[in-house]
């Protein structure tokens, strides 16, 4: 009997993606599949290119096609198309931008911007169109880890050009600023600066932009909150009490402002001797999680306190470019990976509705 493209349709059923959970078919996957003479052509399509189990589902997708009778040869291309925000969606503001996802943290000294740094360009590495904005006005260190020394062009339309740096398109108030100068401005100056930052920015497309707030829950959280509707906010946090007590007003603050909580990163979670391999919980550890776990919220994963990340952090070549292969490096893919999961869902829910089962 020939092989219909039913047969394979119902074959690929069997493949759920495991955060939507749902098979890869109702999820509208699989395209363009083509049936000659026993060879099987097909494309899965993906909602993010930092899909941490791409391997794995292409995997099983050529096993269960394989196992009709008849198949002789199954031939599969993995690509991915990240989707929109359903809030973010055709934004007058930034209409060219898929979204928008605000790092936070309830206090200073986390490491904010230093995840926000290397997740941006995890993300970016998988071939997503990544952007990293540096909303901490008053302490701009995008620019020192990521090693940009230029001030941002403008260009004929009159809108700011950002910076390109490892694939990445940045903007500070650090391109604007003298070394030794301080930005001392009430709330009005606050937020007309995060309305330039976002609506007069030349962007371009992009599938993910990242906002490296400052610390704490003052007018800047305030302005992008009532600017832009978020695709949502991560919190980052240290393990010790006094972080995560803080880091869960942060995550009250953005709850009020009706925006999502994508999920909790634990930053220095533990110091692992490079010579004996001793592991020391200098700040504590599980203390994100534990929190993550009573709220409710998706725990994105641990960066431990690595001496490198300091030093290729301060030498402006974020450990993700300069040791990917590092542990370092591995901890903040996974949090990219997490996070991008965490986006698809959001998305894939506003355009599947009460289809999409969201647990976390």
Same mark, same amino acid.
């Given at each position: 009997?020939?092989?219909?493209?039913?047969?394979?349709?119902?074959?690929?059923?069997?493949?759920?993606?495991? @955060?939507?959970?749902?098979?890869?078919?109702?999820?509208?996957?699989?395209?363009?599949?083509?049936?000659?003479?026993?060879?099987?052509?097909?494309?899965?399509?993906?909602?993010?290119?930092?899909?941490?189990?791409? @391997?794995?589902?292409?995997?099983?997708?050529?096993?269960?096609?394989? #196992?009709?009778?008849?198949?002789?040869?199954?031939?599969? /291309?993995?690509?991915? /198309?990240?989707?929109?925000?359903?809030?973010?969606?055709?934004?007058?503001?930034?209409?060219?931008?898929?979204?928008?996802?605000?790092? #936070?943290?309830?206090?200073?000294?986390?490491?904010?911007?230093?995840?926000?740094?290397?997740?941006?360009?995890?993300?970016?590495?998988?071939?997503?169109?990544?952007?990293?904005? @540096?909303?901490?006005?008053?302490?701009?260190?995008?620019?020192?880890?990521?090693?940009?020394?230029?001030?941002?062009?403008?260009?004929?339309?009159?809108?700011?050009?950002?910076?390109?740096?490892?694939?990445?398109?940045?903007?500070?108030?650090?391109?604007?600023? &003298?070394?030794?100068?301080?930005?001392? $401005?009430?709330?009005?100056?606050?937020? &007309?600066?995060?309305?330039?930052?976002?609506?007069?920015?030349? $962007?371009?497309?992009? @599938?993910?932009?990242?906002?490296?707030?400052?610390?704490?829950?003052?007018?800047? /959280?305030?302005?992008?909150?009532?600017?832009?509707?978020?695709?949502?906010?991560?919190?980052?946090?240290?393990?010790?009490?006094?972080?995560?007590?803080?880091?869960?007003?942060?995550?009250?603050?953005?709850?009020?402002?009706?925006?999502?909580?994508?999920?909790?990163?634990?930053?220095?979670?533990?110091?692992?001797?490079?010579?004996?391999?001793?592991?020391?919980?200098?700040?504590?550890?599980?203390?994100?999680?534990?929190?993550?776990?009573?709220?409710?919220?998706?725990?994105?994963?641990?960066?431990?306190?690595?001496?490198?990340?300091?030093?290729?952090?301060?030498?402006?070549?974020?450990?993700?470019?300069?040791?990917?292969?590092?542990?370092?490096?591995?901890?903040?893919? #996974?949090?990219?990976? /997490?996070?991008? #999961?965490?986006?698809?869902?959001?998305?894939?829910?506003?355009?599947?509705?009460?289809?999409?089962?969201?647990?976390?």
């Amino acid at each position: 009997m020939a092989i219909t493209e039913a047969d394979v349709l119902n074959a690929l059923k069997a493949v759920q993606d495991p @955060d939507l959970h749902r098979d890869i078919v109702s999820l509208g996957f699989v395209q363009n599949l083509t049936i000659h003479e026993g060879r099987v052509a097909f494309k899965i399509e993906l909602t993010t290119p930092a899909c941490p189990v791409r @391997d794995q589902m292409r995997d099983q997708a050529a096993q269960v096609v394989r #196992a009709i009778p008849g198949i002789t040869q199954v031939d599969i /291309q993995m690509t991915s /198309q990240v989707r929109p925000s359903i809030l973010q969606a055709d934004h007058p503001l930034t209409p060219t931008v898929k979204n928008i996802v605000a790092i #936070a943290s309830g206090k200073g000294g986390v490491g904010k911007s230093t995840v926000s740094a290397n997740v941006a360009l995890a993300l970016a590495k998988t071939g997503a169109r990544v952007g990293l904005l @540096d909303a901490d006005v008053y302490g701009p260190s995008i620019p020192t880890i990521l090693g940009i020394t230029g001030s941002a062009q403008i260009s004929a339309n009159q809108q700011i050009v950002p910076i390109e740096r490892h694939g990445l398109r940045v903007m500070s108030m650090g391109f604007f600023m &003298k070394p030794d100068e301080a930005v001392v $401005w009430r709330g009005p100056m606050l937020h &007309k600066t995060v309305q330039q930052f976002l609506g007069g920015v030349q $962007w371009g497309e992009l @599938d993910y932009l990242l906002a490296d707030l400052p610390p704490g829950t003052g007018d800047v /959280q305030l302005s992008l909150c009532q600017a832009i509707p978020l695709t949502g906010a991560v919190i980052v946090s240290t393990p010790q009490d006094v972080a995560l007590n803080v880091a869960q007003k942060a995550i009250t603050m953005f709850k009020k402002l009706n925006a999502p909580i994508l999920g909790i990163v634990e930053n220095m979670s533990a110091y692992v001797c490079p010579h004996c391999g001793t592991r020391e919980e200098i700040f504590g550890s599980g203390g994100a999680r534990k929190i993550a776990q009573r709220l409710n919220l998706p725990f994105l994963g641990e960066i431990p306190l690595a001496t490198p990340i300091r030093e290729t952090s301060d030498a402006g070549q974020p450990i993700v470019i300069s040791q990917p292969d590092s542990p370092s490096a591995r901890a903040f893919t #996974a949090v990219a990976e /997490q996070l991008a #999961a965490q986006i698809s869902i959001r998305a894939m829910t506003g355009e599947l509705g009460a289809e999409i089962k969201v647990t976390f």
